[in-house]
């Protein structure tokens, strides 16, 4: 999870809870979802103390297209801000709509990171690009803090890479 | 006919008899598949045939035997008093050995001539002559069943390094290529295994923290019931009735 982190923005703690749901299926870390489970958005439910704190959450890809060579990283799929605390995703913002992943090569990070604004409606600077986005930017750029961070593995759908767990 | 074979195995070992009937020239050309539908035939014939005439003998000698599976005590059974079977199954055991050795070898007859085909692949650790061949063609194909290792992984592992040699020097740049190779796949494994080891402490955490969650919510459990036999139920009042 470490090594996740890192890839995407500076280690943090951990403060509030994020909860990711694909249909019937719970996002653990590190779980493998195929594209043909993560077509539509999942439901994201979140922590936090009151409905007065207000959360960004993205979801990128940092092995796009392929983790051997990953140019474009990271792929945005999905950008929600205004969040109200205690809620899920469906009371924010979507910024960029979801774009479920269908990567071609490789087995892939999908990374959620959960952001708390600064207050409502300060996420002003937006990327006009998918691919090339920089988290590690996005967060000073828009005063935002991390506080929690979720990810899956993906892979093509007939992909035969990777272990086998039990899913 | 088989009674007199016996005796001779008795004092020449099983090999002897055995290696006659292992020079036919059919012996190397069976199939692989059949050997293990016999085996398991000969297992199961084993185990039916051994428990009527002397029951006790075959199970003394299992007992005696009880930490090894029954690929030692059949091992033994081929080797015969000749050989020294790897481990001292006493002395005892082995004048047992003829009643169940019959039952063995009655249906091993048909079986040595796979087991000579499996000796030109097994890799047996034997250092002995012709005459304990047929133990440790045993004792490989035998390992080969239980450990599901044995004979075709040195000779494929051999095949797979010399195709991998003769490629590279094939052509000039190819021993970019293969560097080039080498390394993604090396990066690849690497991140299989970050994969894997992330996955694995994923588990275990979460794993952690449901184990404390469960037991506090079995003490939580544990107070309401407790306080609920305590005080009487109370039940609903009505506190005033409206006209509709």
Redo the contacts between chains.
């Keep these: ?1 470490g ?2 982190v890192r890839d995407v923005l500076e280690p943090f703690t951990t403060s509030v809870t994020l909860r990711i749901r694909y249909s019937a299926r719970q996002v ?4 493998e979802f195929r594209p043909s489970t993560i077509v539509n958005k999942p439901r994201v439910e979140i922590g936090g103390d009151d409905l007065s704190t207000f959360y960004t959450l993205v979801m990128v890809d940092p092995d796009a297209p392929n ?2 060579n990953p140019s474009m990283r990271e792929y945005l799929h999905w950008l929600v801000t205004d969040i109200p605390g205690t809620t899920n995703a469906n009371f924010g913002r979507e910024i960029l709509c979801y774009e479920g992943p269908r990567p071609a090569l ?2 892939h990070r999908m990374v959620f990171v959960l952001f708390k604004q600064l207050g409502r409606q300060t996420v002003f600077a937006l990327p006009e690009v998918r691919q090339n986005f920089n988290t590690r930017s996005f967060l000073t750029e828009n005063y935002l803090v991390p506080v929690a961070i979720s990810y899956f ?1 993906c892979q093509r759908e007939t992909g035969s890479g ?2 086998r ?1 039990a899913s | 006919m088989w009674p007199h074979e016996q005796r001779d195995r008795h004092h020449k070992g099983v090999s002897s008899s055995s290696s006659s009937s292992r020079c036919s020239p059919s012996s190397s050309v069976l199939p692989q598949t059949p050997k293990r539908r016999t085996m398991e035939e000969l297992w199961k014939d084993i185990s039916l045939n051994a428990s009527p005439p002397p029951p006790l003998d075959y199970h003394r000698l299992q007992a005696d035997s009880s930490l090894h599976s029954p690929s030692m005590v059949l091992q033994d059974f081929l080797a015969g008093p000749l050989n020294q079977p790897l481990y001292q199954p006493q002395a005892a055991a082995k004048e047992l050995l003829p009643p169940p050795l019959q039952t063995a070898l009655s249906l091993n007859s048909g079986l040595e001539f796979q087991f000579l085909g499996e000796a030109d692949q097994a890799n047996t650790q034997s250092n002995s002559s012709s005459n304990n061949i047929n133990g440790n063609v045993a004792n490989g194909s035998f390992t080969s069943y239980d450990f599901s290792v044995g004979p075709p992984s040195p000779a494929a592992l051999f095949s797979f390094c010399s195709r991998k040699r003769s490629t590279t020097e094939s052509h000039p740049g190819a021993a970019d290529r293969h560097q080039k190779r080498m390394i ?1 796949n090396r ?2 494994a690497a ?2 295994r ?3 080891q ?2 694995t ?3 275990e955490s ?1 794993i952690s923290h449901l184990q404390e969650e469960n037991a506090k919510l079995k003490k939580q459990n544990e107070l309401l019931m407790r306080s609920q036999v305590a005080v009487p139920k109370s039940s609903l009042r009505r506190s005033s009735t409206a006209p509709f």
Aim: aromatic fraction near 6%; proline fraction near 3%.
């Design positions: 999870m090594e996740v653990v870390n590190g779980a983790p051997s490789g087995i593995n990777g272990r767990f | 993604k990066e690849s991140r299989s970050a994969r894997k992330a996955y402490t994923e588990l979460e």
